[in-house]
């Protein structure tokens, strides 16, 4: 249980040099508590989403490979992976997926499994907008969507919600069909 929602607490994002720095927007906090909700609703759902780092002093976010002004050191940013009902990670790029679905402006690849997630904008941050690829230093990643993960399925096929039109004249049906 969070403290500032039902799955993170405030110390996650402490900063991790001992400095006990902790500046952490709600915003943040509550997209990643949806990217947790949107993981649950998969097939493989999810256990926990941990937070590696989380805001940064600016002394720290530079012995670490950032600068002292990123978005870490403003509260806005977070690294995370995500831990799935049997125990493996996520993989990065289907978390990564699911971060822009929920409207997450700053993403970033950091390994196979962690990825940068932050909340930048015009008013908080240099560049509004960011995807990213820290392993090939792709910075002009167009978008994450075609890793977006399946929603749970019933025998194998994906969970779809079927409409129905029905024709009908003067109260006579004249035709039925189901679409998907």
Known sequence: MGDITPHFSRREFTCKCGCNTNIVAVELVNKLEKVYEYLNETADGVTAII?????????????????????HTKGIAADVYAVKK???RWGAFSLAAVAEKIGFTGIGIIDNTAVHMDIRNNSNYVNPHWFGNEM???????????????????????TTKKHKLVITLDGVKITEKEFD
Not at 57 to 70: A, F, I, N, Q
Not at 136 to 149: A, E, I, R
């Open 51 to 71: 937070v590696t780092s989380g805001c940064r002093c600016p002394k720290h976010s530079e012995l670490v490979g950032g600068s002292r002004t990123d978005a």
């Open 86 to 88: 049997d125990g493996t």
């Open 136 to 158: 090939t230093g792709d910075n002009n990643v167009k978008s994450f969507s075609q890793y977006l993960p399946k929603a749970k399925t019933t025998a194998g096929t994906p």
